[in-house]
C-alpha cells in the first residue's frame, strides 16, 4: 500500500497489506520494522467492548510506537501497560498501581524466570478461551 496523508496533515507510511480480505468483523495493522526485526501484519477485531483502539504513530524523535487497546475506563490509582502483538498471538495489557509504576527503575528490570519459554518451537498454534474471539490474527502464507 503506498504512503498517504490523512486530512489533519499526519503521514501514514507505506505497508505491506494481504490481498484477501480478513475476517468478518477485523481490519488489518500493518506490520513494522522494531529496530531489530520486522514484526508481521495482523487482523485485529474492529471494536472491543470497553476498550478503544490507539493507532500506531511516530513520536518526535522518529520512534515508532504500535498501536493497543486502551481501556475506556481509567482505574484510580492505576496505570495501564498496553498490551502488543508479538508476530503470532495478541499479549494482553494490564493494569499495576501507580506507585510500582512510578517507583520502578527500568534499566534494573529482570523479566521473571522463564519469559522466553516456547520461543524455541515452531508452532503456529495457541490456546484462547471458549467463547472469546483473538484480540489479533496472524497473516500466515497460503500453500499454492
Known amino acids: 500500500m503506498d504512503g498517504y496523508y490523512l ?21 488489518w495493522e500493518a506490520g ?60 494482553e495489557g494490564y493494569w499495576v498501581s501507580e506507585n510500582e509504576y512510578l517507583n520502578t527503575n527500568v534499566r534494573d528490570w529482570e523479566p521473571e524466570e522463564g519469559w522466553n519459554d516456547g520461543w524455541d518451537t515452531n508452532e503456529n498454534t495457541f490456546i484462547l478461551p471458549r467463547d472469546s474471539a483473538p484480540l489479533a490474527v496472524p497473516i500466515y502464507e497460503e500453500e499454492i
Open 7 to 27: 486530512e489533519d496533515g499526519t503521514y501514514v507510511s507505506g505497508h505491506w497489506a494481504p490481498t484477501y480480505l480478513g475476517p468478518d468483523g477485523y481490519v
Open 32 to 91: 513494522f520494522f522494531d529496530g531489530e526485526e520486522w514484526i508481521e501484519g495482523f487482523w485485529r477485531p474492529e471494536y472491543r467492548s470497553g476498550f478503544v483502539w490507539v493507532s500506531s504513530w511516530f513520536d518526535d524523535d522518529g520512534i515508532y510506537h504500535t498501536g493497543y487497546w486502551e481501556p475506556i475506563q481509567a482505574t484510580q490509582g492505576q496505570v495501564w501497560i498496553p498490551g502488543w502483538f508479538d508476530g503470532n498471538v495478541w499479549i
